[in-house]
């Protein structure tokens, strides 16, 4: 059996965009990280915001404790959002490098993905090695999930597992008897909305058809207040598997972004990056493509996509929610780019007073940004 050891999984370069290379893992004691040790020009390749010794990391096993401490950088070491002089890392945590980011994780050996499901963080390894468990003499499976969650991609790995040479069928309570007498996966969105009619059919159901469900409501909590059906759930006994909401996978989001944003579009900035890395994805998927929707259209013309842009709808939702297992702090933006400030200086023509309302900062404080970045505008 493998065991978990401390990793820095490398997520977004503002000069490389999304990074999707091995997981860093750190040795026990201390290991500098910065440009000129080494590895670091790999590391942090492009960075210019990294200094030559940057941070260190003190590890110890038994438990694990793990310590990033800042060595008097130019530019700070951020810990979710947070600029630290040093930092106990739990499982989950954002680390921000100059303009290079990390999500810290306790990872276990590598994993062969057979399932054909993307993605690293740890909760979805686990559901990929649940669907490799998964087999075609038990061709019921019921996903779980959050309100918002696209179930499709898993969905579409259990059909592969379970029906490898069959087709996939959507039913509704009105197609479902057609649907179980043939042979393709019947795919029953939202079961704990099913009629007493669908139910007992389902329930009656032994042909051929494979079954996979899914539901985004607590079904136990239903179970037990007697509105969802025992034998039914009991159907998909050893075969449940929860799909990981987007909070849980934050080594996953910024491809996510960059693939939902598409080719047309601007960069967006560090800044953004960090927020939508640090945002909660209350309303999971449906959520992210809403705001992806919104930076593309909204940032058209713009030369960088920045986190006003998104603020309104993101505002007061940067904190982790009360079940996420991330380090609960007070997450703060830090100081605004170049790009960010000429952004929203654009955006709000100029003016400085608008700007410094939408960063929720004084109008001297404001100033003092643009001219310590070297912007000009009639105020300054």
Known sequence: ????????????????????????????????????????????????????????????????????????????????????????????????????????????????????????????????????????????????????????PVVEAVHRQINPEGSLQDATAASLPSALGGVATVVVRNIDLLGPKATTLLMEHRGLAPIIATSTRDLEAKLGAGVFDAGLYERFAGSVLRVPPLRERREDLPAMIVQLLGDDVPSPTTDLIETLLLYGWGGDMEELVNVASDLRVRGSGLDALMTDLVSPRLRGSLSPGPEDSMTQVEIRRPVPSRPDLEGLLALHDDDVDAVAEALGRSRMQVLAWIQQVGLKTEDS
Request: no cysteine; net charge negative.
């Open 1 to 152: 059996m493998s065991v978990a050891s401390p990793h820095l999984v490398p997520v977004y370069s503002r000069t490389r965009g999304v990074l999707d290379g091995e997981a860093l893992r750190v040795a026990d004691g201390e290991t500098i990280l910065g440009r000129e040790v080494d590895g670091g020009e790999q590391l942090f390749a492009g960075d210019t915001m990294v200094s030559r010794q940057h941070a260190e990391l003190r590890v110890s096993a038994d438990p694990w404790r793990i310590e990033i401490m800042d060595l008097e950088s130019k530019n700070g070491t951020f810990v979710n959002g947070r600029s630290l002089p040093s930092q106990f890392l739990v499982d989950g945590d954002l680390v921000r490098i100059g303009d290079t980011f990390f999500v810290f994780r306790l990872l276990e050996g590598v994993e062969e993905n057979s399932s054909g499901l993307s993605g690293r963080a740890p909760s979805l390894i686990r559901l990929r090695k649940q669907i490799d468990q998964l087999s075609v003499h038990r061709p019921w499976v019921l996903l779980t999930g959050v309100e918002g969650a696209d179930f499709d």
